[in-house]
């Protein structure tokens, strides 16, 4: 079992920039590729970007490619989001998740969530 506690979430103006954090416990963080997803109202679940075990490959959505950076510590158990030139439409609910052999781009093979943390883009 994995544990995900998302952090850093919150209200930005449009173009401005917020950088989440998702701390992992339980099982050995650096078996796991880390991702990031978020879900806005009325809409599924999307696919933001993920990260190998290693920090050494990433891959991100199409709508965040150039304005968000994952990355992740694994001395210190953490993965993290930056987020550039923020839109309104990147207004949603963000989430991690962690899994061993997930499918990058989509929702399946993620094992563990997180709870999720609020960001919130104003034009």
């Known amino acids: 079992q994995v544990q995900l506690v998302e952090s850093g979430g919150g209200l930005v103006q449009a173009g401005g920039s917020l950088r989440l954090s998702c701390a992992a416990s339980?099982?050995?963080?650096?078996?796991?590729?880390m991702g990031w997803f978020r879900q806005a109202p009325g809409k599924e679940r999307e696919f933001v970007c993920s990260?190998?075990?290693?920090?050494?490959?990433?891959y991100y959505a199409d709508s965040v490619k150039g304005r968000f950076t994952i990355s992740r510590d694994n001395a210190k158990n953490t993965v993290s989001l930056q987020m550039h030139s923020l839109k309104p439409e990147d207004t949603a609910v963000y989430y991690c998740?962690?899994?061993?052999?997930?499918?990058?781009?989509?929702?399946?093979?993620?094992?563990?969530w997180g709870q999720g943390t609020q960001v919130t883009v104003s034009s």
């Open positions: 339980g099982r050995t963080f650096s078996n796991y590729d």
């Open positions: 998740a962690a899994g061993r052999s997930p499918g990058w781009g989509t929702s399946a093979g993620w094992l563990y």
């Open positions: 990260i190998n075990r290693s920090g050494g490959r990433t």
